[in-house]
């Protein structure tokens, strides 16, 4: 024992500079510092750029209005880096809850749901749609207009809208474009490239409510980009159908970007259509595969079992 304290004592100096020279070495491949010890496991692996893992689950501008974005390292395991996955209606995954229906893209560290396949083809507008919000304002006169946005019902929910751009900014200011009963805007937040939803605003509607229509231009501060905002109405409490025709996004070199795709809580149109049959057939040739790589496995198991008994 006495012997392995000496040899122990006698080298640990040298193991000690060791880790030390090792952990703060830069790569020579890379170049950045603390990468060796990575590779062996020593420290954990710092994570991509949101931005970037957001542009490649896009898979070359297939998918479109990201409905949802969590993080799950441990699914890497399972799909490497990257992985397809297809329509999905779960409502449910691990932590998360409450999910809509949606194509799944996992891009490692982070699992993206999209809600729109850009290379199917677009439904005819619908009045009060909320397809009316997309573009650059086209309801010149204040008053009800089928060129806007509007809710299911006058008071009877909370009503939101979720926004997409096309391109990520630090934003300066909002403006929404209401041209009918404002006044019900009561919280604006958006959304980092890692999926983390911030307040941006809240308060009370720069548009009064006895107005007949303006446009409450919400200032913000930014240290971060986002390409989605969410706008909450208190339609229970601010009485009669608020319509939103457009929602500007100013950026940091003034620049105001439009709405590219929308999602909401409800609209005046009727229901969202249903899962188009392209999706669901996907899903059912998704699911189908899943099926046939686990019996795979089973059969695979099943054949190691007989030749052990056999021998
Ligand atoms: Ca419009």
Redesign the pocket.
Known sequence: MNAIKRWCCSRAPLLVVAVVVISGVSCLVCARPGCLPRAYGLAPAADPDPEKCWSRAQCEGKYAMLLHQFKADKDAEEYGEFKELGHRNKKKYGAQDNLSPGFWVYVQPYWYIWGERTDRAKRAKRSWGTE????????TVGGS?G???CPRTTDAAEEWLLLEYETPVKPVAVLI?E?SIPGGVVKVTAFKMDGAEVELWKGEDPTSANDVSGVSEIKTKTDFKTNRIKIYIDSKNIPGWHE???VGLRDDKEKTHWVVHAVASSTYAGDEPALDRAAEQEERISNLEEEVQTLRKIVQELKKQLEKKEK
């Open positions: 009316q919000i997309i573009g650059e304002p086209d309801v207009n060129n806007a946005w474009h041209n939103i025709d457009a």
